[in-house]
C-alpha cells in the first residue's frame, strides 16, 4: 500500500486501495511500452479511463506516469516536454505529429503493452 506522508502535525495518510492498484499496476508497464486509461481500467475490472486518469493525476507522479497515455497516443498536455524525453530515452516507438508545431505521438499499435497488470 502506497502512503502518503504528511507534515510533522499530519499523520500520514493512505490513498485509496482503487489508487494503489492503478499506481501498482502502471509500475509494471515496462520500458518502451504503454498502456491507455482504458486498458489499465479493463485490466483492472473496476472504473473507467476518467477514473484511472484521475489517481495519474493525482498521485501519479511517483511512477512512471508517461507510460499510461490517451487512446489517441497524444503526450500528456502541459507535460510533452517531460513525456516526450521519456520516451525517446526508453526507445517508446513514436509517429509524426498530425499537424506541424505539435509533438509527435506515441505509436500506440507498436507500443502498447497488453501484458498482465496484475497478479
Known amino acids: 500500500m502506497v502512503t502518503m506522508a504528511g507534515s510533522p502535525s499530519t499523520p ?3 490513498i485509496p ?3 494503489d492498484r492503478v499506481l ?3 509500475e509494471r508497464i515496462p520500458a518502451g511500452r504503454v498502456m491507455t486509461y482504458g486498458d489499465i481500467a479493463a485490466q483492472l475490472g473496476e472504473g473507467g479511463p476518467r477514473q484511472v486518469g484521475r489517481v495519474m ?3 501519479g507522479g511517483a511512477v512512471p506516469w508517461w507510460r499510461v497515455i490517451r487512446a489517441d497516443g497524444r503526450l500528456l498536455p502541459g507535460h510533452e516536454h517531460r513525456a516526450l524525453a521519456h520516451y525517446r530515452a526508453e ?3 513514436l509517429r509524426d505529429a498530425a499537424a506541424q508545431g505539435e509533438p509527435p505521438r506515441v505509436d500506440l499499435r507498436r507500443a502498447r ?3 498482465p497488470v496484475t497478479d
Open 12 to 14: 500520514a495518510h493512505r
Open 24 to 26: 501498482a499496476a502502471t
Open 17 to 19: 486501495e482503487y489508487a
Open 113 to 115: 503493452w497488453e501484458g
Open 57 to 59: 493525476a493525482l498521485w
Open 91 to 93: 526507445g517508446t516507438p
